[in-house]
C-alpha cells in the first residue's frame, strides 16, 4: 500500500505541474514481455494465463511508476468476427511478431452524407460489415424507419434476423462476445492483482 501510494503521488504530482521526488515512469510494455520471458506475441492473443503471467513478471522486475495494462484481444473472439482491419500474432503474423494494421478505403468520401444523416444506420449497415467479415450480412438489414411503426417494427426485424445468412452473423457476434466476457473478466482480476502489488494502473 505505501509503494502504491508513493507511485500514484509521484505522478499525481507531474501532473500537477509539482516537482516529484524523481520522474516518474508511466509506460505499457506493448510486447516486451515476451521478449523478456518464455511467452510469444502470440500468447497476448490466445493464452490469457500465460500473457498476464509474463507481463506481471515484467512489472514486479521494472517497476514502472504507473501503467497500461497492455492485453490484446482475444484471438479467438477475432477469429468469430474476422475482422479486415487487422492480422495479429498466430493470424496472419508469425507467433513472434507485432500484429499489423491492414490499411483500406472502408469509407469514401462521397458517404458523408449518408453518415450524418443515419449515423447508426451507416455503422451498423455499410461500415461495420465492411471492416467485420462476420457482419458482411448486417448490410441487408432493412432501414429502422423503413420497419415502420407499432408491431410491424419488430415483426420486420423480426424476418430480417431470421434470414439465415444474418442469424449466422449473429451467432458469430455471440461467440465473439462470450470470449471477450472471459477475457474481461481475467483483465479486470489482472488489473486488481497489480494494484495490490503496489503499481497503479492508468
Known amino acids: 500500500e505505501d509503494s502504491y501510494r508513493e507511485r500514484e503521488r509521484r505522478v499525481a504530482d507531474a501532473i500537477q505541474l509539482k516537482i516529484p521526488d524523481r520522474v516518474p515512469i508511466v509506460t505499457t510494455f506493448g510486447y516486451f514481455p515476451a521478449r523478456y520471458t518464455d511467452a510469444t506475441c502470440r500468447d497476448a492473443w490466445y493464452d490469457y494465463d500465460k500473457w498476464l503471467s ?16 497492455q492485453s490484446y484481444f482475444p484471438g479467438q473472439a477475432l477469429e468469430h468476427l474476422a475482422p479486415k482491419q487487422i492480422d495479429w500474432p498466430g493470424h496472419g503474423v508469425s507467433a513472434d511478431h507485432s500484429h499489423q494494421s491492414m490499411e483500406a478505403e472502408f469509407m469514401t468520401a462521397d458517404e458523408y452524407d449518408a453518415f450524418l444523416d443515419d449515423c447508426s444506420d451507416f455503422m451498423l449497415r ?41 442469424a449466422g452473423a449473429l451467432e458469430s457476434l455471440m461467440k465473439a462476445g462470450l470470449e471477450l466476457a472471459a ?11 497489480i494494484e495490490q502489488l503496489g503499481f497503479p494502473v492508468l
Request: net charge negative.
Open 54 to 69: 509474463a507481463y506481471k513478471k515484467t512489472v514486479q522486475d521494472f517497476e514502472p511508476d504507473m501503467l497500461f495494462a
Open 126 to 166: 455499410t461500415y461495420m460489415p465492411r471492416i467485420c467479415g462476420a457482419m458482411g450480412p448486417l448490410s441487408t438489414l432493412p432501414q429502422i424507419p423503413a420497419m415502420g411503426f407499432g408491431y410491424h417494427a419488430p415483426v420486420a426485424l423480426a424476418e430480417a434476423l431470421a434470414a439465415p445468412e444474418v
Open 183 to 193: 477475457w474481461r473478466s481475467k483483465m479486470d482480476g489482472f488489473n486488481d492483482e
